[in-house]
């Protein structure tokens, strides 16, 4: 079991920044992938960003290509997500997500962290 923390959400103005982190903790060397994902109020839950736990390549949803920037701190056992540029719509509940090596789906997910930008 891999066990997932977020923190860092909160209320900002358009146009400020906030970096979210994620800990996680127990079979985290099983871990081969870690996401970033979000849900706004009445829609389905998006992909953000992920981040390979090894080699740190990355991938970005297009909507945050640009302005969010995904990365770890593997002695750490966290994954950030560094969001500038925040935009009204980027205001959603932000979710961890950690991959496991031989799994080809999200297998372990946080609480969730409220990200909310006012115009």
């Known amino acids: 079991q891999v066990h997932l923390v977020e923190s860092g959400g909160g209320l900002v103005q358009a146009g400020d920044s906030l970096r979210l982190s994620c800990a996680a903790s127990g079979r985290t060397f099983s871990v081969f992938f870690m996401g970033w994902f979000r849900q706004a109020p009445g829609k389905e839950r998006e992909f953000v960003a992920v981040?390979?736990?090894?080699?740190?390549?990355?991938n970005y949803a297009d909507s945050v290509k640009g302005r969010f920037t995904i990365s770890r701190d593997n002695a750490k056992d966290t994954v950030y997500l560094q969001m500038n540029s925040l935009k009204p719509e980027d205001t959603a509940v932000y979710y961890c997500?950690?991959?496991?090596?031989?799994?080809?789906?999200?297998?372990?997910w946080g609480q969730g962290t409220q990200v909310t930008v006012s115009s």
């Open positions: 997500a950690a991959m496991d090596r031989d799994s080809r789906s999200y297998d372990y």
């Open positions: 981040i390979s736990w090894s080699g740190g390549s990355t």
